[in-house]
């Protein structure tokens, strides 16, 4: 965790404590959709780009009512360059806010303001049908001005932080534990049943360790090899469901050998066999995956012809296309596999560099790298073939198909085709929901057409939950409020 | 006595400096910065969070902006956890290190050292190679293999004690962290007092003593225990400033909150301010410990004395 | 106490040599590879009639091999690294007893300031920096770990030099280098010897410290230390995937240890070794 500050807060452990600690417009509700929270009620526009909150009588955990204004600071803040907020791009959708964060318009011309002390008005730049999930995230809480203005960067300490959600801060150790306690001034108090959380850094393996030493009630993650091990010791207290994420090897389509060479893609995309990754080294904890989205509510993802295929066709083709692009068992492509260090992945990329060294010839080395320095070698185009796992921001195929956007940020891949440019676009000043779903899946198409990265399968959530812990619900952004949460015995965290 | 004190210090600067300089430009020499994250960023915001941290100035002017406050006693800002400085950090993690550490070579030292002293009695026999033979295996098992070890069995199996996380002031949080870190040290120990105390039973005047009569137990305690103390201090000096900045892996397996785990996570997150403060601190520390090492020496062993 | 010691070191030298010698046959004669997944294997639990001895690791692949495999890394990485630091040691100490005097005082205050550099976080730093290149591994680890060498060569050279034989030598004009070469090093031969059988489990562990934390060799080849943080993870579900690779690394030091204990000894009876003589 490197920051509990809403505005500078990236990573997922953070994530989940400022959940518990404040409350956006819009709160996640028990199966992940979003739900009235500081925001009772609220009306949108004919074109769906003005939208109007109406909020309701909440107070801060040192009794100040939240006020509209909280809101506009708070964002404001978030898309200030002073900053420095790693997430401004989070509140594009919201006028003016990249503008804002880029340095050429002011802070004040932000998308965002208060009519009165209980209404607050946004403007978008197009319709944006997962606006109301987008307010459940930390970037969109409300924030108390009087303390940052008095303490500057140091309000997050449990001294001085006043939030506004379920729980209050009481205890931060930097890389140690953090404690959070029932707001009493939080408007839904009353249905708030645990009195404290504690939220410890542990690695994966060390969460099961101190999950059968009886020191954890809930376990953010295990390691998926011990799946079947666990479900016999566990049994109903292992808990996995599908989640909003995709394992996916990026491809750079700039450089060689990729370039230019769709067969080589298509032969190492249909040397890969996901059902066995998935049954063997995942223990069927995953789906595999044919295409970057994974279904979605209303969203069925394009899957290629070939998926179909029996395992023994698809290596002969896999060949074939092999052959085309000019390799072969004299002449192999050598080529090194990147990825994150984590033993998990480990396991994952040891099977692929196999698969293809099997089924093709390859001669595929994985080496594992530090994160940052793995983020910064993609970033600056260096790596042919690279780790390009994605946990979708908002349960909309957009998060996922952004990724190929032309001169999009994270476009590591450097892929660009005019025609996916356009669908997207289109989708994007699309007022009808279906309709708009339609061209992301045009657009999807096209990019598993032109091989643009290899999709590998769909993440699933993983958690050890004691039996006596209930009022978690499975959902696909993996996020779950503490304050939903209440254990049958008494005592404990 | 002045003098060798002051030359020492004057030798100690020049190799903190030398410490820093080295930390510092492998760092910066690194690939990755410590901003990149998972998106790219728009990049106005990359500068103003660069330019906050000084990042966007020469390297040379980032270098002597360092050492400045690095003379004022202040290691700068964290650039991994934002809003904290690597004094804080610091000031949080070391108590973590020093109770455990503490604990663990208080345990290595009596252990060790008991175990030095019987062997060294009767050189041999079964109280000599079992105790040996024990250290033997302390020195050769890694700490990787007993950390976890121990969790399995006194956590995992026999719930007597938790399996990490610290507590202020919970004994039950530092016992097993601290025998953890203790074994190997106590090995050492017991190998380096039993070679001491063979020796300095050796001496004619001990066999004197034997002659006379005097029980076992006393002959040690009264002239074995005061030789094995010159090379026991030598080897605790950079053993203390080892432990004090924390061991990794204990840190790590036990999930404690302490600087050796600070070290690793800020070296792998190109935390620049975090890792050179640390290696300065650790490099002060075996400084330090050292100087003090030779102070014991010149107070125990009068010949030493006479050289400095 | 040479009666206690010689059975003790002449066990520990025939264990190291039967697992030098499975490490060098047992991947050669074995019908399995390192690093070919089984998928229908995964997770088997050591037998003597299955076919796996060891078992298999999380992909199905024989533990036995990997193991073996792991003993050849570590053995590799232990005895190239102590090379370089006994190679670096020797020549700064010999040199630095050997000309006395103000090059002497240079170098030994250099190795005075070494001592104070804080050596793990170094190599960590070095690697995060530069990349997990296997070769680095080793020089790093041989390029701060020479400085115990230095000393003790220094002050046996220092010893040496103010024998007669050495003072005819120079005498009759005999070359410093030649000198060096003739009547210095051969009479370290013994002393190195011991000091270097002692500088491989330390470069082992601390090889498989670097493997533990993820920075050690590169899957799907495995060093000793990868094998043990890969049972670490899984020594709750499967204990044998810790403690077989655990027992051979502890095994080669235990050996190592025991071997360069026994040639100190024959050197040095008095041998505290821990000297500042």
Known sequence: MRSIDPSISTDVPAAHVLDDLFEGLTRL?????????????????????????????????????????????????????????????????????????AGRMDVSTLGISATDERTVRVELTAPTPFLLSLLTKSYAYPQYEPVIRAHGDDWVRPEFMVSNGAFRLQEYVIGGRVTLVKNEYYWDAARVRLQRVVYLPLDRAAQTERFFAGDLDFTESFSAEQTAWLRARLGAQVVSAPYLGNFVLGINVTRPPFAGNRALRMALTLAVDRETLVRYVRQGLYQPAWTPTPPLPGYQPPVPAWAALPEAERHALA??????????????????????????????????????????????????????????????????????????????????????????????????????????????????????????????????????????????????????????????????????????TPGGH | MGAFLLRRLATAIPTLLLIATLAFMLLHLTPGGPFDSDKVLVPQIQHAIEARYHL????????????????????????????????????????????????????????????????????????????????????????????????????????????????????????????????????????????????????????????????????????????????LVSFLGPALAGVLTGSIVVEQVFGLPGIGRLFVTGALNRDYTVVTGITVLYGALIIGFNLLVDLCYAWLDPRVRARA | MSRATRPGALIAALLLALIVAAALVVPWLSPYDYATPAWTEIFRSPTVSGGHPFGTDSLGRDLLVRVMWGCRISLLVGIAASLLSVLIGVCWGALA??????????????????????????????????????LLVFVAIGAVSWLDIARIVRGQTLAIREQEYIEAARALGVRTTTMLRRHVLPNLVGLVAAYATLAIPGVILFEALLSFLGLGVHPPLASLGSLVAEGANEMQAHPYLLVLPAGFLAAIILCLNRLGDALRESLDPRGDGDGHD
């Open chain 1, 29 to 101: 509700g028990q199966d992940g959709e979003p739900v009235p929270g500081v925001a009772a009620r609220w009306e949108t526009s004919a074109d769906g780009r003005v939208w109007t909150f109406h909020l309701r009588a909440a107070r801060w955990s040192n009794g100040a009512p939240v006020r509209a204004g909280d809101f506009v600071y708070a964002w404001r803040r978030t898309v200030d360059p002073r900053t420095a907020s790693d997430y401004a791009e989070a509140l594009a959708p919201v006028r003016n806010a990249l503008a804002i964060a």
């Open chain 1, 319 to 488: 060949r074939r296309y092999y052959a085309q692009a000019g390799y072969s068992a004299s002449h192999p492509l050598r080529v090194e596999l990147r990825y994150p260090t984590d033993s998990d992945n480990r396991r994952t990329y040891e099977a692929l560099a196999a698969m293809w060294r099997t089924n093709l010839g390859v001669e595929a080395e994985p080496y594992n790298e530090e994160f940052r320095v793995q983020l910064n070698e993609r970033h600056l185009k260096k790596l042919a073939l690279f780790h390009y796992a994605w946990i979708g921001d908002y349960p909309d195929p957009l998060t996922f198909l952004q990724l190929f956007q032309t001169g999009f940020g994270y476009n590591d891949g450097g892929y660009s085709n005019p025609r996916y440019d356009a669908l997207l676009a289109a989708a994007g000043s699309e007022p009808d929901s279906a309709r708009r779903l339609g061209e992301l899946a045009q657009a999807e198409a096209i990019l598993n057409e032109d091989v643009a990265c290899i999709p590998l399968y769909y993440y699933a959530t993983r958690h050890l939950i004691r039996s006596y812990v209930h009022g978690w619900t499975s959902n696909i952004q993996d996020r779950n409020l503490s304050q939903y949460m209440y254990l049958q």
């Open chain 2, 56 to 231: 966007d100035e020469p390297l040379w002017r980032q270098y002597l902006r360092y050492l400045g406050e690095l003379a004022h006693g202040d290691f700068g800002p964290s650039f991994q956890y934002r809003n904290t400085s690597v004094n804080e950090l610091i000031a949080q993690g070391l108590p973590v290190d020093a109770a455990i550490g503490g604990v663990a070579m208080l345990i290595a030292i009596l252990c060790g050292g008991g175990a030095g002293l019987v062997a060294a009695t009767r050189p041999g026999g079964w109280r000599d190679r079992l105790p040996m033979g024990m250290a033997m295996l302390g020195i050769s098992i890694p700490v990787f293999v007993t950390a976890p070890l121990l969790i399995l069995v006194f956590a995992m199996r026999l719930h007597w004690l938790p399996s990490g996380d610290w507590v202020a002031g919970s004994w039950r949080h530092l016992l097993l962290p601290a025998l953890a870190l203790a074994l190997p040290h106590t090995a050492y120990i017991a190998r380096i007092v039993r070679a001491a105390a063979i020796e300095a039973l050796a001496q004619p005047y001990i066999r004197t003593a034997i002659a006379k009569g005097l029980p076992t137990h006393v002959i040690v305690l009264r002239h074995a225990l005061r030789p094995t103390l010159v090379p």
């Open chain 3, 97 to 134: 007893g050997y000309a006395g005097g103000r090059l002497d005082g240079v170098l030994m205050r250099t190795v005075d300031v070494l001592y104070a550099i804080p050596f793990i976080p170094f190599v960590i730093v070095l690697e995060v920096a530069f990349g997990r290149n296997f």
